[in-house]
Every structure is written in structure tokens, then in C-alpha cells.
């Protein structure tokens, strides 16, 4: 069983090429370790809304994120609004998902 731990202990590494795509049995056992992410686009990407009471915690949050993707050369797309932020991950360099979402988003929620 893979914890939020183990993912968010682990460090992105730059890939590129379908053959690292994730395996669905991958994708089953990260995602259950990720509390609210959900699968999306047919299985290419993940997905989470973080809520706040207000802006100003939404953008203190965003600019984590900013700082953690830019430290692990892997970024999310982002929806920011008043009081929540729509995290999505998904890995155009090997066109899906890859281990490296998962990574993120563990580590995205140790900053939430
Ligand atoms: C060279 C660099 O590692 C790549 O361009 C990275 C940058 N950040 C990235 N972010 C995401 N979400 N997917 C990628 O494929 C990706 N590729």
C-alpha cells in the first residue's frame, strides 16, 4: 500500500515519453492514497478543489503550490477563485498521467 507520505517524501524526476505513462493499477493504488483527488479526462489527468474562508488564504495557498512546482519543475494547472482553487495535474510530456502528479499533489496537500 502506497501512503501520502511515501508520495510526498519522493522528488520529481524530468520524463518525457508515453512509456511513463502510469499503468491503471498504479493509478488505482497513488490515487487512493490522495484524499479527494479524483480522475478526470478519461483517466489523463487529476483533480482537486481546495476551499478557503477567503482570498487571501486562497492566494497564500496558490503561491505554495507556485513555490513547490517550481522547486520540482512540474506544474499544475490552476483554477483561483475567491475562496477556493481547483488543482489539476496531468503530465503533457508523456501525455497522461505520470508519477510525477501524483508526487505533487501529495505534496499539495501537505500544504493545504
Ligand atoms: C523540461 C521540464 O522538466 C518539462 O518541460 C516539465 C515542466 N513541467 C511540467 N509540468 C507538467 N504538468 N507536465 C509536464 O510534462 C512538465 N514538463
Known amino acids: 500500500m502506497t501512503t501520502i507520505s511515501e508520495l510526498a517524501a519522493r522528488r520529481c524526476t524530468p520524463l518525457k515519453g508515453e512509456q511513463h505513462r502510469l499503468p491503471a493499477t498504479d493509478v488505482k493504488a497513488f490515487l487512493a492514497a490522495l484524499p479527494g483527488w479524483e480522475l478526470v479526462e478519461d483517466g489523463a489527468a487529476i483533480r482537486k478543489t481546495f476551499r478557503f474562508p477567503d482570498y487571501y488564504r486562497t492566494m497564500a ?52
Open 61 to 112: 495557498f496558490v503561491n505554495a503550490l507556485a513555490y513547490v512546482a517550481h522547486a520540482e519543475d512540474h506544474h499544475p494547472d490552476l483554477g483561483v477563485h475567491y475562496d477556493r482553487a481547483v488543482v489539476r495535474f496531468s503530465t503533457h510530456d508523456v501525455g497522461g498521467l505520470s508519477a510525477n502528479d501524483f508526487i505533487c499533489a501529495a505534496k499539495t496537500e501537505q500544504l493545504a
